[in-house]
């Protein structure tokens, strides 16, 4: 392929190598058949030093540690597809423990096994964890004897967290929903989009009777009919339900974006890294694009975005500038992970399951500060994943920052650790100082799904269609998880494989 000549002519770009672009390549170049004489020619152009964008890891100690994130959900089947089809099924660990606890009232509660993504669906076991406490307990009893109705009719859309607070009372929000549910995309369920992470709620708000029970069914449906239609991260899809709950990598998941391109490499893609999509232009001839990167030009029949919000949005600009404002309009939340190894000695036993959750509305003691704790969630780093076990030490990961947290942004790595440090102190009940601290920032880390996100999603992908040869991938859209983000760039690939070439608008 040559650039800027106009000698040759790929026939698609993929801009952004993180998850989504490397599967939407994946699928280009033939999926799990492979290459054939029918596959287009695939470029890759990646603006970073490194394929994987938020898959990364860092060097920790005697092996590098995920600094983004750690594992994905088994019960989505894209991911794990995708990495056995790439001839990495045999490098696939599972969760090595399960259950999580959370913060309430200056203690750690077990989180009752009886939630769905956080909503309760049985009384008496979320009763006896104690997270709600009396009053939260006697509400949530409302459910089974005085059921609350949905006055407000079927809607396209409502927020996660006034939806369950009608049903099943403010408690429930507070101490289970918004930690797990805000918890997996940093932000809060006050004004989240229930038909974008979690459309079977909005169904089961209608059901006559207890919202509990109704969950309760209709979880236990889309279980033994293996979907994942209607659960957190929105896209249906079929569901191994004999899969771990999560999986990982033996090498870590910051190994799959340079694992995937060592793949798609030897099926004939090329593969740019450090190459930054400056400017989107139609072909003169009016059938295809021209992207003008750091490297040179290049020239495309069909092109992919698989890039954040703000990146997409600069490059349709000149193209349909609606596009880009809806695009601009999905805002980012900030996390920072910070990743500490502590001598075995100085953890306490008693560690339930593979973390511990912080709600936003718990405080720190006066002695270490005052105002909302810092650290949103701990994974027990070491437990959830065995391969990562070291003699003698415990391997933690504390997360800092949601939307409208920034705190963590603004402080130094050696401030940060030092916060962080107290508050685990009080949490876990930590003794002495950690062995090895790691900070990994992320100031754009996952896009808020508001109310209506749908539709602006469906607006975006209407109009883009409209541009022809060009289609949409990532996290911004449909799911923010690695499973949703594969399932996400496969389609934009199929859909441009599929799709009419491009031309001028209305043609």
Known sequence: MSEGNGTSRPA??????????LAAAWELSGG????????????????????????????FGPEPVDVGPDGFLGRRPEAAALCRE????????????????????????????????????????????????TRGSLRLALDLLL???????????????????????????????????????AGGVDDMSAAAVYPLLLAVAQHR????????????????????????EGVAGVADTEQPAFWSLAGGLGS????????????????QVGSRAERLSRHPDGTGWILDTSHGLLQADKVILAVPAGPAADLLAPHDAETAVLLQGIEYAPVTTITLAYPESAVPSGLVGTGLLVPRTARVPRELGGGPFLVTACTYLSVKWPH??????????????????????GMSDDELVDRVQAELGLLLGLEGAAITTLVARDVQALPQYRVHHLLRVTGIEA?????????????????????????????????????????????
């Open 209 to 232: 009777g207890g919202f509990m029970r109704s969950l309760r069914r209709a979880t236990a449906v889309a279980k033994a009919t293996g979907t994942t239609a209607g659960t957190p």
């Open 147 to 185: 059921p609350r109705r949905d006055m407000r009719g079927p809607l396209g859309d409502r927020a996660v967290g006034p939806l369950v607070g009608h049903k099943l009372g403010a408690r429930v929000v507070e101490r289970l929903v918004d930690p797990l549910i805000g918890g997996i995309y």
């Open 388 to 409: 990562l076990a070291r003699s003698g030490e415990v391997l933690l990961r504390a997360s800092a920052g949601r939307f409208g947290d920034e705190r963590a942004v």
């Open 463 to 507: 109009a883009v269609r409209r541009l022809g040869g060009l289609a949409v991938a990532g996290a911004a859209y449909r799911g923010v998880g690695i499973p949703a983000c594969v399932a996400s760039g496969r389609a934009a690939a199929r859909e441009v494989l599929d799709g009419p070439e491009s031309g001028a608008p209305g043609h």
């Open 256 to 271: 799959l974006g340079d694992r995937l391109g060592a793949a798609l490499s030897a099926r004939g893609v090329t593969v």
């Open 32 to 59: 799990a058949p492979g290459p054939d004489r029918s596959t287009p020619g695939v470029v890759v152009v990646e603006a970073g030093d490194r394929l994987g964008g938020k898959l990364r890891a860092e060097p």
């Open 86 to 133: 790439a001839g990495l099924g045999d490098d696939l660990v599972p969760v090595g423990a399960s259950g999580a606890a959370v913060w309430v009232g200056g203690h750690r509660r077990t989180l009752p096994a009886s939630l769905a993504i956080g909503v309760p669906t049985r009384f008496l076991p979320t009763a006896r964890s104690r997270v709600l406490g």
């Open 12 to 21: 698609v770009v993929v801009v952004g190598g993180g998850i989504a672009g």
